[in-house]
């Protein structure tokens, strides 16, 4: 398996654009993850799916962020209007099963001017 | 207050010596504790993980639970100057949440 892919590597956008992320999990992973990492903040855990059903978005951080995962092998996640302050290295991770590890992407590192 | 706390660092040792990386948790729900290794400008890379108490040994890694204490650590025996990043813990909860600290960069001087 060629792991987690995610697409683009990296995106420069202008504020008040839409910036989508895309990820591709391992085949067979049954959690998909979406995190963001910043030098201030380190890494965050913006939401998670199971099964294709998001379970928890609690850390996306504003209306301005959305997330899918129409089939079990792609997920997006979605800034709309993007602003100067969401500019980071987006991650994307899947699992298999509850309490196991992670395997990331690669990431997206996201520079909006 | 993050859930995972641990000292950012940078923890310099000289290579050939015992590097000790430390973590906290505040979640008494955690089952599951990771360690990750990330090299600047690449994704994180699981390098051990530890459910039960006491030591766990792969190599030149051991990484060492206490829940009682709610403490985790990584011991990197041999230290090399390839060894030099970023080591990140996590906890799993309910629900398979891993939560991650914020890092302790470690530099190992050749």
């Known amino acids: 398996d060629a792991g987690v892919i995610q697409s683009p590597r990296h995106e420069v956008t202008e504020m008040g654009q839409e910036v989508t992320l895309r990820c591709k999990p391992i085949s067979g992973h049954d959690y998909l993850f979406w995190y963001r990492q910043t030098m201030m903040r380190g890494l965050e855990l913006l939401i998670y799916f199971n099964n294709n059903v998001p379970i928890d978005d609690s850390g996306m951080p504003e209306d301005r962020f959305s997330a899918k995962m129409p089939n079990a092998s792609f997920s997006t996640l979605k800034i709309q209007p993007s602003e100067p302050r969401d500019s980071a290295v987006y991650f994307c991770?899947?699992?298999?099963?509850?309490?196991?590890?992670?395997?990331f992407g690669q990431g997206t590192r996201l520079t909006v001017v | 207050q993050k859930e995972v706390e641990q000292n950012s660092g940078p923890l310099s040792v000289p290579e050939g010596a015992i590097a000790s990386l430390n973590c906290t948790y505040s979640d008494r729900g955690s089952q599951s504790f990771f360690w990750y290794r990330q090299y600047s400008g690449k994704s994180p890379e699981l390098i051990m993980f530890?459910?039960?108490?006491g030591d766990k040994e792969d190599g030149r890694f051991t990484a060492q639970l206490n829940k009682a204490s709610q403490y985790v650590s990584l011991l990197i025996r041999d230290s090399q100057p390839s060894d030099s990043a970023t080591y990140l813990c996590a906890a799993s909860s309910a629900g398979n949440m891993l939560t991650f600290g914020g890092g302790t960069r470690l530099m190992v001087k050749p």
């Open positions: 991770a899947s699992s298999f099963g509850r309490v196991t590890e992670a395997f």
């Open positions: 530890i459910y039960s108490n």
